[in-house]
């Protein structure tokens, strides 16, 4: 294989992978809010749509939603029994990555261009934390495994104009093994606080 050819075909790769994450964030905003859900959503009106499963106080766990995408595998959804519907979280399946983690580094930024064009500017960090042994660029994956690095990028109401009663839009890289890692992304609604503090309140009244 010549490296014209060669050219061509990452090119082809790249055109399909920004596709693909076009297509996700024109799901996001398809509906009247993030993946098809509406803030404060109760349960019962959820339940009636999609299938949830126990796995938390509040939290529960899908495999599929009204609004959602074919390329993210996993969701989590926080629901509270007075504020409703307060937070979701998605997953993409795991991506196989080098050491250096180029792949799953590329479709992280493919898909925050492709929120970018949704939600205007965020910010994007690649962090690395101070007196890491692991700062070498062929030790990205293994730093990422063992929680010394981080890659996120956030679009808070601050930066930017959102919409849907979505207060914060979150993407990391988040690690599984030091040779694969998934994309998270994850909307908190405005009433986000409420949930939270109405959680511990509860657990305050039982000491």
Not at 112 to 139: K, M, V
């Amino acid at each position: 294989m010549n490296a014209s050819h060669l050219l061509t075909l990452l090119s082809r790769l790249r055109a399909r992978l920004w596709l693909a994450a076009v297509a996700i964030a024109t799901a996001l905003s398809a509906h009247a809010g993030p993946l098809g859900l509406e803030m404060g959503t109760p349960l019962k009106k959820l339940r009636a749509k999609v299938q949830l499963t126990p796995e938390g106080r509040n939290e529960y766990r899908a495999r599929s939603l009204p609004g959602g995408h074919p390329d993210f595998a996993a969701y989590r959804l926080l629901i509270s029994p007075v504020h409703g519907l307060c937070k979701v979280t998605a997953w993409t399946r795991p991506v196989r990555t080098g050491p250096r983690g180029l792949e799953i580094r590329h479709r992280f930024d493919q898909l925050r261009e492709a929120l970018t064009s949704r939600y205007g500017a965020g910010r994007r960090y690649d962090l690395l934390r101070e007196g890491s042994l692991w700062g070498n660029r062929q030790d990205w994956m293994v730093a990422l495994q063992r929680n010394e690095r981080r890659l996120y990028a956030v679009w808070t109401d601050e930066m930017t104009e959102l919409d849907g009663k979505v207060s914060q839009v979150k993407l990391r890289v988040d690690p599984v093994g030091t040779d694969k890692a998934r994309l998270q992304l994850g909307f908190e609604f405005r009433n986000v606080n409420e949930c939270v503090q109405g959680v511990k309140d509860k657990q305050a009244r039982r000491l």
